[in-house]
């Protein structure tokens, strides 16, 4: 199986921060990989697919990049409602893996 | 207006089996481009990709669970039904259902999840 490495695993951070947090894949897997945000007792909620293109409805300051084996995830300008726990999954081969999250918390 | 909501006990006890529902709408179950994938959450962990169904009836599960889970579909319905053998304590997670793009596998679309505990 791929695993998938975020770090850090948890980030404080103030609004108007920007932020990046990163996802290593064990093997290359080209740019298959997609980035969620997940608030506490909620679904996870699809921000960036194949490495770089934004889901709809999701703000622009928002934004992800990389390919191989090294993402990342970037949040331009911290917003409050921003503050959540953020997966990487690759999406390469199956069994599709997720890393173990990113905690965005408030400074 | 994409829909899936997730149905099935609340508390299992172990040894047994586990079924679980995923009722879809605003997609139908025959769309080549899409299917449906469970995904679950044991609490305060991380996310963990169980299994996936498509159009085709094609297949695909998590390598450690494969042996405990069968998937299956029923278009007709729009449901995609998740069974797991042979619970335990360990299995208690929130279960999610979630649209997958058959090409490039992402999730788009999710349920609300529902919480599963495995308990005497």
């Known amino acids: 199986d791929i695993q998938m490495t975020q770090s850090p695993s948890s980030l404080s951070a103030s609004v108007g921060d920007r932020v990046t947090i990163t996802c290593r894949a064990s093997q290359s897997i080209s740019t298959y990989l997609n980035w969620y945000q997940q608030k506490p007792g909620k679904a996870p909620k699809l921000l960036i697919y194949v490495a770089s293109n934004l889901q709809s409805g999701v703000p622009s300051r928002f934004s992800g990049s990389g390919s191989g084996t090294d993402f990342t995830l970037t949040i331009s300008s911290l917003q409050p409602e921003d503050f959540a726990t953020y997966y990487c999954q690759q999406s390469y081969r199956t069994p599709y893996t997720f890393g173990q999250g990113t905690k965005l918390e408030i400074k | 207006q994409v829909t899936l909501k997730e149905s099935g006990p609340v508390l299992v006890k172990p040894t047994e089996t586990l079924t679980l529902t995923c009722t879809v709408s605003?997609?139908?179950?025959?769309?080549?481009?899409?299917?449906v994938s469970w995904i679950r959450q044991p609490p305060g962990k991380a996310l963990e990709w169980l299994a996936h169904i498509f159009s085709n009836d094609e297949e695909s599960y998590s390598t450690s669970l494969k042996s405990r889970l069968t998937i299956s579909k029923d278009t007709s319905k729009g449901q995609v039904v998740l069974t797991m053998t042979t619970v335990d304590p360990v299995d208690t997670a929130t279960y999610f259902c979630?649209?997958?793009?058959?090409?490039?596998?992402?999730?788009?679309?999710w349920g609300q999840g529902t919480l599963v505990t495995v308990s005497s």
């Open positions: 605003g997609f139908s179950l025959s769309n080549t481009r899409m299917g």
């Open positions: 979630a649209r997958i793009d058959s090409t490039m596998a992402y999730f788009d679309y």
